[in-house]
């Protein structure tokens, strides 16, 4: 009897788990939405913002959305992952931009291939990659406080 109530109890906890995960993927998809209209919007009205938000928020702003985007790849992962990946990620395609070849040069001149690979190597985007990031992770920590997450996945182990 005792078996029985305990692989029913884990399965209720598992769908309840399964469907945490859902939704906190569907939230993720909501913040790398806003991310990428925060930082288009940071680019086309860039005239109409104070010059230190236009120069600088646009990298930070799409640091924060490769975060957002591997928090929703792995929903289930320690936010740490999600932090060192995407300063990886970021840090990676800024270096990158040292590589001129005439083929990935054509790339870069589409608007697509611009906005996800960038022109040229900055050292000071490394440093707004950094900022976003440590942003995005210090929000999503503290939503995951406040939400007390972090004890109810624990507490359902």
């Known amino acids: 009897m005792k078996n029985i109530r305990k692989s029913s109890s884990r399965g209720v906890i598992l769908k309840n788990m399964e469907r945490f995960h859902w ?3 569907a939230a993720y998809l909501a ?19 104070p010059a230190f938000v236009a ?10 959305m490769i975060y957002f985007g ?22 990676a395609i800024e270096f990158s ?4 070849a005439p083929w990935i040069n054509h790339i870069r ?4 291939g611009s906005l996800v690979l960038g022109k040229g190597f ?4 490394l440093i707004r990659y950094t900022m976003g990031i440590v942003v995005s992770w ?13 004890r109810r996945i624990e507490r359902e182990r």
Not at 70 to 91: I, K, P
Not at 97 to 100: C, F, N, V
Not at 122 to 125: A, F, K, M, P, S
């Open 23 to 25: 939704k906190a993927r």
């Open 31 to 49: 913040a790398v939405l806003v991310m990428i209209l925060l930082g288009l919007g940071s680019r086309a009205f860039s005239t109409h913002l």
């Open 55 to 64: 120069n600088h928020f646009g990298d930070a702003l799409w640091a924060c």
């Open 70 to 91: 591997l928090r929703m790849l792995w929903v289930n992962r320690q936010l740490s992952v999600a932090l060192w990946g995407s300063l990886l990620f970021c840090f």
């Open 97 to 100: 931009q040292m590589y001129q």
């Open 109 to 112: 001149a589409t608007t697509l």
């Open 122 to 125: 900055l050292t000071v985007d």
């Open 138 to 150: 210090a929000l999503d920590q503290g939503c995951q406080r406040l939400a007390g997450i972090n």
